[in-house]
């Protein structure tokens, strides 16, 4: 049995502990194997050196959070001490503060995690309008939204704009309860969950209060001219070409745009063809549009996602091939 010894001198002890010990409990909870004991700004590890190290890893990750944002919630110190290594370095510990695109309201940052995603935020620094077309769970909303915001909390913009087609995927909206606020809204929810990750709740409430960031259908968009804004044109693989024309036609002075979308899931009916292919193929080579393709290896969810999408992908192709043998 081996024993080491933790300060947490360079932090708030209460604050790593938690109200009631909360947070300890967490950590005694993560590693049963181990004698966790605290003593002041101590604390004391004792079991197998294996087991030993890889506690005293997520303790120093959390020290050093800590220390760059002095407040550390429940909920992130169970997600530092439960993340595989590199999920838990790319979220929480800024090897390069200046790639940080947004703090959270819990200190958490928000940043480009993959290559794909470093190459989408460099393309919007210097063009005014992005396509980034990839799988779910490539965190093509998610960076665009925090381009938006990062936009509009260095006044580079007045105002966020994000939309969606609001296409039934599989659902009837007209069988679903309340007004239309209330039958859309289901549809927008993930452009709400990544504000939510990057603005407080009460200063969130007053920019959508204000319409100084406005969530809102895609039809909703015509016949607007959108000066001095960061928009984003979310799951635009479900507008037909008309539509996707109009929402690049209200771009107006001072504003970007993001055109985020995936191929492979296209909810519009049978009769109706997306635009997304079209939009980005026609608009290649025109100076301030940049192309940025994602792949499975920018999924940021759970692991299995990446061999969900590898699987499809595969059978898609043997579909394919099967099609030109008949």
């Given amino acids: ?43 004391k590890l004792s079991g197998a050196p294996e087991q030993i190290d890889l506690a005293k890893e997520k303790i120093d990750l959390i020290i050093a959070y800590m220390q760059r944002n002095g407040h550390l919630s429940e909920i992130y110190f169970e ?45 919007a620094d210097k063009n005014d309008i992005v396509f980034a077309i990839g ?30 087609p609001a296409v039934e995927a599989g659902e009837s909206l007209g069988f679903l309860p309340g007004d239309l606020k209330e039958k859309i809204d289901p549809y927008l929810r993930p452009l709400y969950d990544a504000l939510d990750d990057m603005i407080p709740a009460d200063k969130l409430g007053y920019y959508m209060t204000t319409r100084t960031i406005e969530i809102a259908p895609l039809a909703y968009m015509r016949g607007r001219t959108l000066d001095n804004a960061f928009i984003i ?11 996707i024309k109009m929402f690049l036609t209200r771009i107006g002075s001072n504003a970007k745009a993001i055109i985020t979308g995936d191929p492979t899931q296209v ?36 692991k299995l996602v990446k061999a969900i999408i590898k699987a499809y992908d595969k059978e898609r192709e043997n579909e394919t091939e099967n099609s030109y043998h008949r």
């Fill in 135 to 164: 799988p779910a769970g490539t965190g093509k909303t998610y960076t665009a939204v925090a381009l938006a915001v990062r936009a509009l909390k260095n006044k580079v913009v007045k105002k966020i704009i994000l939309t969606r």
């Fill in 267 to 302: 909810d519009l009916p049978r009769n109706q063809k997306s635009g997304l292919e079209k939009a980005s193929r026609i608009l290649q080579n025109i100076e301030g549009i940049a192309h940025i393709q994602l792949d499975e290896e920018d999924v940021v969810r759970h």
């Fill in 1 to 43: 049995m081996t024993e080491t010894i933790i300060n947490l001198e360079t932090v708030n002890p209460i604050e790593f502990f938690g109200v009631n010990n909360n947070k300890f409990d967490i950590l005694k909870k993560k590693f049963p194997l181990l004698k966790i004991l605290s003593r002041g700004t101590q604390i």
């Fill in 79 to 123: 997600q530092i001490l439960g993340g595989d290594d590199a999920e838990v370095i790319d979220n929480f510990v800024d090897k390069n503060p200046n790639e940080v695109l947004v703090f959270g309201p819990n200190g958490k940052t928000v940043r480009a995690r993959t290559a794909n995603q470093k190459k989408m935020v460099q393309a």
């Fill in 233 to 243: 044109l979310d799951e635009s693989q479900n507008a037909n070409d008309l539509q």
